[in-house]
């Protein structure tokens, strides 16, 4: 009976071992996701600002239609880059 005892002491060891570890890894990846989503919103205000001056830029030069036309164009264009990204990470 000493043998299932001591079986049973080490399993529990083992077990709260690995919950610490766990524990540590799910912190991590807390703090990962978390700083590639301020990244992510970092990224979509600074393209939403650089959009707003090329309109702005545009639309004093060049009549309001033709900055909306043109930031509206390089807009597509910037999301049909990252899709065509995003199919060829997906293929691989």
Do not use: C, K, Q
């Not at 690995?18 to 996701?33: C, K, Q």
Request: hydrophobic share 60%; proline share 1%; charged share 10%.
């Amino acid at each position: 009976m000493t043998h299932f005892g001591e079986l049973l002491a080490r399993a529990a060891d083992l077990v709260e071992a690995e919950g610490r570890t766990l524990r540590a890894s799910g912190v991590r990846f807390s703090v990962a996701l978390g700083i590639i989503v301020l990244a992510v919103l970092s990224g979509a205000a600074g393209l939403a600002l650089v959009l707003t001056g090329m309109y702005l830029s545009i639309a004093a030069n060049a009549g309001r239609p033709a900055g909306a036309l043109l930031t509206g164009m390089a807009s597509l264009a910037i999301g049909g880059v990252l899709v065509w990204i995003g199919n060829r990470i997906g293929e691989a």
